[in-house]
Nanobody, 119 residues
Framework: QVQLVESGGGLVQAGGSLRLSCAASGRSFSSYAMGWFRQAPGKEREFVAGIMWSGGGSYYSDSVKGRFTVSGDNVKNTVSLQMNSLKPEDTAVYYC????????????WGQGTQVHVSS
């Protein structure tokens, strides 16, 4: 059974940092892309950052580029999202997701972790 479990959310002041982690289990993810999404109250879920387990690079939404860094640990099967220079508009529930190469949509999702940035 595939599981994605996020951790590391919390409350932080604007300008601060948080590091989110996603522990993946239940299958091999070597042919998967891992993504981070977020959903703020009253808004649609949006893509934040993504990375290929196979080392194909990382990519970011314009709203977080230069502030967030996504990384993966193939040994521990974890994906992290380092978030720096946080802004109140970064407040949201953050989700980890996995997409098999060639699939358009993400196949697996975590339960989410709350991030709140105070002004």
């Amino acid at each position: 059974q595939v599981q994605l479990v996020e951790s590391g959310g919390g409350l932080v002041q604007a300008g601060g940092s948080l590091r989110l982690s996603c522990a993946a289990s239940g299958r091999s993810f070597s042919s998967y892309a891992m993504g981070w999404f977020r959903q703020a109250p009253g808004k649609e879920r949006e893509f934040v950052a993504g990375i290929m387990w196979s080392g194909g690079g990382s990519y970011y939404s314009d709203s977080v580029k230069g502030r967030f860094t996504v990384s993966g640990d193939n040994v521990k099967n974890t994906v992290s999202l380092q978030m720096n220079s946080l802004k109140p508009e970064d407040t949201a529930v953050y989700y980890c997701a996995a997409r098999e190469t060639g699939h358009r949509d993400y196949d697996y999702w975590g339960q989410g972790t709350q991030v709140h940035v105070s002004s």
